[in-house]
């Protein structure tokens, strides 16, 4: 299965990191909470709150496009925060204030240069699912919006299994 777009999702909106390639290592199947907004509604009998789906280690080459910068003198290299747990629902993201605590990093810290490829590991999470034609295929975790609610350009991530 093609995993570029799922980990496009753990990058951030803005389009500064962009993913090359990425391919799966290992499929885990699991019961995965569902985001609230996916959850029924709770006024009816059949609320659910978890749904089968699947833990997937990848590997992946990452890009690093500077923006923002003006006339100022882009960096040789920006750090690259990389969320490091197994069951983090963390993004990518590069430079700006050091996300980890002293004692608890979540974040493995790479540094990345303009343009250079840089390969990493991550964890995605999916859902079982179908496309609309009701093809099978698996609904990539929103990672994107996730902490401030969900925005107008949220939209769900499917990637299609093969048969």
Do not use: C, H
Not at 34 to 45: E, G, I, V
């Amino acid at each position: 299965m093609d995993l570029k777009p799922g980990v496009a999702e753990q990058t951030p909106r803005e389009g500064y990191l962009q993913v090359v390639s990425a391919k799966a290592l290992k499929a885990e199947p699991m019961q995965l909470r569902l985001p609230a907004m996916w959850q029924s509604d709770p006024d009816r009998a059949d609320t659910r709150k978890e749904a089968p789906g699947y833990r997937i280690s990848y590997e992946a080459v990452l890009q690093w496009i500077p923006q923002g910068f003006g006339r100022q003198k882009v960096p040789a290299t920006m750090p690259l925060y990389s969320p490091n747990g197994r069951d983090t629902l963390s993004s990518f993201r590069v430079g700006g204030l050091n996300l980890n605590v002293p004692g608890r990093e979540r974040y493995s810290v790479t540094p990345i240069a303009p343009r250079k490829p840089l390969t990493v590991r991550g964890t995605l999470y999916a859902f079982l699912g179908q496309n609309e034609q009701k093809q099978p295929a698996l609904v990539v975790y929103p990672y994107r919006g996730r902490a401030g609610g969900f925005d107008d350009s949220f939209k769900k991530v499917l990637l299609p299994i093969s048969q």
